[in-house]
């Protein structure tokens, strides 16, 4: 059935998509297929490298990586969407909002840098994150700044000639698949993965802010697709609609429908692993405080039984932890 349909791709005859046709017609990407394969090692390689000196790692972390991350990418390449995405408007939106948002929020999730970092030798660990740190990527993963890139990139791609171009230029269509992965995963993978790239107010309540405005800007490219008056790459649908398709112009609301439809779907999943992320370091936070304060008030080693701490040593909070809202209280009652 496969080869069938590949077939008839090449002879611009493909068969009606039904339900069927969506879940059984692949075709062959080898770049996006080298990309996953090597992802993949790169990523088994790292975590057997941790197992094999006693370090754990997550297997839901592997998990997702591999079924969201390099199956999102294996199946907004080689699935029925790309076989179906060079005649139908509606299939390669769905492709290129799964290489900007999905594909992006499964590696980000699987936390690759820091198993990166974790499993090479100490040195080239050290480089690693030299380069994670260094200017330039940080001023690409600013959060504003990799918002704005988000966007821009898919507006660039359907309303300039870069998507039609891509239709019929092969290697421009594969740079296409790369520029919007990338473009999202400047976004996603610092805000749930490298606290060192992001600035010192970056913190997790302002990251779920921009998580939550992230999600309005994803929403944007599908509105305006959904209600554009031209139609985009339409001299390119126009001759390749097979003849059982929908209106040119109706395929274009059902694909902006879409893209808006997964950028919400995706901006919760993406929100509550930062809720999660905050709530873990929260919990950390706050046994390393009761460890200090246990540590403070246990007696001296050399106290008589039943002694009770010096009362000096009993400080409130502000006075002992080192944070942005114990100094500023600090600073208050210096002022007084």
Known sequence: MTGHV?????????AELTAGRLLSSWRLDVPALVLAL??????????????????????????????????GLVVATMSSLAVYGRVLFWPA?????LLDLVVPLGLALGDPLRLAVGALPERAGARVRRVMTGGAVRALTFPLVS????????????????????LRVGWLHELMYLHLLVAGCLFVVPVLTREETLPSWCTHPVRAALVFLDGVV??????VVM?????????????????????????????????????ELVALPFLLAIL???????????AALDRRLDAELAPAPDAEPGTTPDPDRVRPWWETEQNDVAAGIRRHNRDR
């Open 227 to 263: 209600t554009h008056g031209t139609l985009i790459a339409g001299a390119w649908y126009l001759h390749h609609a097979p003849a059982w398709s929908p209106d040119v112009r109706h395929d274009q609301q059902i694909g902006g429908g879409a893209m808006l439809g997964i950028a």
């Open 147 to 166: 918002t704005v890139l988000v966007l821009a990139t898919e507006l660039t791609v359907y309303f300039t000639p870069y998507f039609a171009t891509a």
């Open 6 to 14: 590949v077939n008839r791709v090449a002879a611009g005859q493909l």
């Open 38 to 71: 090597a992802l993949g090692a790169l990523y088994c390689w790292g975590v057997t490298r941790l197992r094999r000196r006693g370090e754990p790692w997550s297997p839901a972390r592997t998990a997702v990586f591999v079924l969201l991350g390099l199956g």
């Open 218 to 223: 994803d929403a944007v490219p599908g509105i």
């Open 276 to 286: 999660f992320q905050w709530a873990r370091a929260e919990r950390v936070q706050a």
């Open 93 to 97: 939106a769905v492709q290129n909002v």
